[in-house]
């Protein structure tokens, strides 16, 4: 097993960002400011501002921006309000997370489920030995069980030395989805976590998340996941202080007072989930909206077996429907006899499969999703604010397209194939949250027209505005300005520009997912590899390189228009372009190096 992780044993979480109400008023002041000049903005583009000569150019550059528009207004409505940091108190028995329990005064009992398949079995062993630590103010009733998929003897044998429960099954039905679903046909745990084969629980899990169960109808609880293998890098004053010495360090110390905290030589991959759990989820927990990721989730199970039970309801009903409209087509006859009807529905139910967890790849948010819509239950949810547990980070840029790849086809195949969005029982806010994040995958769309479109202008003199005039900087400057300035106000305490860039140069595989699930191609169950894989992966960026290539080339091109002339090159449009451009290369470029990037080895020294 590769362990070079060990190096970062020592390593503890950040704190959750904390809450600040005079600074959340900020945000929300600056938010509106931004929406209005925005909507402002892209009016006068539609408007007054398209070249007459270029309209193919012009029309699909505006669109591109309208699109981008219609995402902030449903990132700033996402990020809109936060909640104090609170830890409610842990309960004592199960009749405080279950009123109607037949068995007052009985310890809660938990089933902690570790799902594998074919990861390092001493991986798994980690994760065992730690959970086994789990600390609990008052009697609980802990039991471990690896699901193994794999089969494997090794498996089975950690799980018999480390004392804790083996399930496996015949086949491999559903992956992940299934192997859970197998695993609730043989516990009985009042509440579920779910772990991935690398995670690492802390301590105080238990005791810090069960306390939201006081609330019967709380379906499950959500914890951020930590990679703690990421590269931490330097701090910048740090940084400017070793070329610049004290000054450096004094205008390093000052920028991050304005601006936050900024590291050089973090994670190449921008794998660090802060941003999404700590400011995205968590604000979703005000409309009842934020969903279960998988690993480091804690379940009620009364909650998982109730929407098992509707769903296998709902599913046997389209069948018996289905099949009675077929038989009273092909007869003629207006009713079918009630024995035929039996016979058709005890047929159905022999067909359909009692799925906890649906089988599918992104199998936790679509049963976030069939648990929020329940209105009669009520079911909810919560993003707890602490870290409660570690993993492992991707450490190549191939198991991170093999990642991302799963959670973009995921979310848009749930997006286009189950209606999702208009699912009966979601409230308004519910359905903008949802579509929030399926929104954000279909953003590779309009991010290329994004990037190439400096390009086009470099090569061809062609502009996609009637001219790069003191009108159009007069509309543009104001909202970019005060689009920068919500954003770091509204995601304070989170460096936001390397997410800015991930999610720029994430567009070939956002289109490779777009493609796949518009023509109807299963989205694969690929597990996520756990072990660094080798070589250097150019040939997954040859898109970015592209985008940096022509970039250059124009750039070099409208120069030397600007000076030979003859041509609709003008000064201020080769500026703003090649400006634009370079933006376009910084997150090109940090993709690139990401493919070429090499952890070191497990003989060099690890930075502190």
């Not at 993993?391 to 991302?404: C, E, K, N, V, Y």
């Not at 990037?451 to 003191?470: D, E, K, M, Q, R």
């Not at 005060?482 to 997410?499: K, R």
Request: charged share 20%.
């Amino acid at each position: 097993m590769d362990d070079y992780f060990r190096a970062f044993e020592d390593r503890r979480p950040p704190e959750p960002l904390p809450y600040s109400p005079i600074r959340e008023m900020i945000w929300q002041f600056l938010a509106v400011l931004t929406l209005v000049v925005g909507a402002w903005y892209i009016s006068w583009r539609w408007t007054s501002s398209l070249n007459p000569d270029a309209m193919w150019f012009a029309v699909a550059l505006v669109l591109a921006e309208t699109c981008a528009y219609l995402g902030l207004v449903l990132f700033v409505y996402n990020l809109w309000q936060d909640q104090p940091v609170t830890i409610p108190d842990p309960p004592a028995t199960v009749d405080q997370i279950d009123p109607d329990t037949p068995d007052p005064g009985r310890p809660i009992s938990v089933d902690v489920l570790f799902a594998t398949y074919n990861e390092e079995p001493e991986l798994v062993r980690l994760g065992l030995i730690d959970a086994k630590a789990l600390d609990y103010p008052y009697p609980i009733d802990i039991r471990i069980h690896v699901l193994d998929d794999g089969k494997r003897p090794e498996m089975r044998a950690v799980a018999e030395d480390e004392g804790v429960g083996y399930i496996t099954r015949d086949g491999n039905e559903g992956f992940k989805a299934g192997n859970l679903r197998n695993a609730m046909e043989h516990t009985s745990g009042d509440l579920i976590v779910i772990c991935d084969a690398d995670t690492r629980p802390f301590p105080t899990m238990l005791a810090r998340t069960l306390g939201y169960f006081r609330d019967p109808k709380m379906a499950w609880v959500q914890t951020p996941q930590w990679f703690y293998d990421l590269p931490e890098g330097q701090p910048l004053p740090q940084v400017l202080a070793a070329r610049f010495g004290r000054v450096g360090a004094r205008i390093g110390r000052g920028l991050q007072r304005i601006f936050g905290e900024h590291r050089s030589g973090t994670d190449p991959f921008v794998n660090d989930p802060q941003m999404f759990y700590d400011v995205i989820q968590r604000r979703r927990n005000r409309v009842n909206a934020a969903f279960c990721c998988g690993a480091g989730s804690i379940h009620r199970r009364e909650a998982v077996m109730e929407a098992a039970l509707r769903s296998f309801g709902d599913a046997v009903e389209r069948r018996v429907i289905a099949a009675e409209e077929e038989i009273t087509l092909e007869s003629r006859e207006r009713r079918v006899s009630p024995e035929l009807m039996e016979a058709i529905r005890t047929q159905a139910v022999e067909a359909e499969v009692l799925t906890p967890y649906r089988f599918h790849v992104s199998e936790d948010i679509f049963t976030s999703i069939v648990l929020h819509s329940d209105r009669e239950r009520g079911w909810k949810s919560w993003q707890h604010p602490y870290v409660e547990s570690k993993m492992l980070s991707p450490q190549d840029l191939l198991t991170w397209t093999i990642q991302r790849y799963k959670y973009a086809g995921g979310s848009l195949d749930i997006m286009f194939n189950d209606n999702s969005l208009f699912r009966p029982g979601l409230t308004i806010q519910q359905r903008m949250m949802y579509g929030a994040t399926f929104y954000s995958y279909l953003g590779a769309i309009w991010n290329v027209v994004f990037l190439f479109a400096p390009a086009i202008y470099l090569f061809t003199g062609i502009a996609p505005v009637s001219a790069y005039s003191n009108e159009f900087f007069a509309h543009v400057i104001p909202f970019m300005i005060l689009l920068e300035l919500s954003m770091m106000v509204g995601t304070w305490g989170i460096a936001g520009y390397a997410a800015k860039a991930s999610y720029l140069a994430f567009f070939p595989v956002g289109l490779r997912a777009i493609w796949a699930v518009m023509k109807g191609q299963k989205i694969s169950f690929p597990v996520t590899p756990k072990d660094r894989q080798s070589g250097n992966f150019l040939t997954l960026v040859r898109p970015q390189i592209a985008v940096l290539g022509l970039t250059g080339l124009g750039l070099l091109w409208g120069l030397g228009a600007l000076v030979v002339g003859g041509t609709p090159h003008t000064l201020t449009g080769v500026v703003t372009n090649a400006l634009w451009g370079l933006n376009n290369c910084v997150a090109m470029a940090g993709m690139i190096a990401a493919a070429l990037w090499q952890p070191p080895t497990s003989t060099e020294e690890v930075p502190a």
